[in-house]
Nanobody, 121 residues
Framework: QVQLVESGGGLVQPGGSLRLSCAAS????????MGWYRQAPGKERELVAA???????NYGYSVKGRFTVSSNPAKNTVYLQMNSLKAEDTAVYYC???????????????WGPGTQVTVSS
C-alpha cells in the first residue's frame, strides 16, 4: 500500500521561504511523476509544480520564478522550495504521485493528506 507523507508546512511572513517534503512509502512500484497541488478556501485545486522521473518540470503560472520543485528518486521523495511567499500562496498543499505497480503499465494517482501553508504578517 502506497502512502504519501508530507512535511514542512507552517506559518511564514510575506517574503519568506518554506520547504515542503513528500515521501512515498511502500514497495513494489515505480514513480512516473511527483508534484504539488494547492487549494485555497473557495477555490479549485491547482497545480503548483511537478517533476517527472526523467527530471522534466512543470510549474503553475503564479509560482514561476519563485518556487522550485526537485526530487530524490532513490528516496521516492519530492521537494518544493518556496521563496518570496505572498499572502495569495496561502492554501493547503497536497503532494501527488503517479505510481505504477511493478508489472503494470498504467499508473494511478495518489494524494497526501495535505499540509497547511499560511503566509501572513
Amino acid at each position: 500500500q502506497v502512502q504519501l507523507v508530507e512535511s514542512g508546512g507552517g506559518l511564514v511572513q510575506p517574503g519568506g521561504s518554506l520547504r515542503l517534503s513528500c515521501a512515498a512509502s511502500g514497495s513494489g512500484f515505480a514513480i512516473n511523476a511527483m508534484g504539488w497541488y494547492r487549494q485555497a478556501p473557495g477555490k479549485e485545486r491547482e497545480l503548483v509544480a511537478a517533476i517527472t522521473n526523467v527530471g522534466m518540470t512543470n510549474y503553475g503560472y503564479s509560482v514561476k520564478g519563485r518556487f522550485t520543485v526537485s526530487s530524490n528518486p532513490a528516496k521516492n521523495t519530492v521537494y518544493l522550495q518556496m521563496n518570496s511567499l505572498k499572502a495569495e500562496d496561502t492554501a493547503v498543499y497536497y503532494c501527488n504521485a503517479n505510481i505504477v505497480p511493478l508489472g503494470y503499465r498504467i499508473g494511478n494517482d495518489y494524494w497526501g493528506p495535505g499540509t497547511q501553508v499560511t503566509v501572513s504578517s
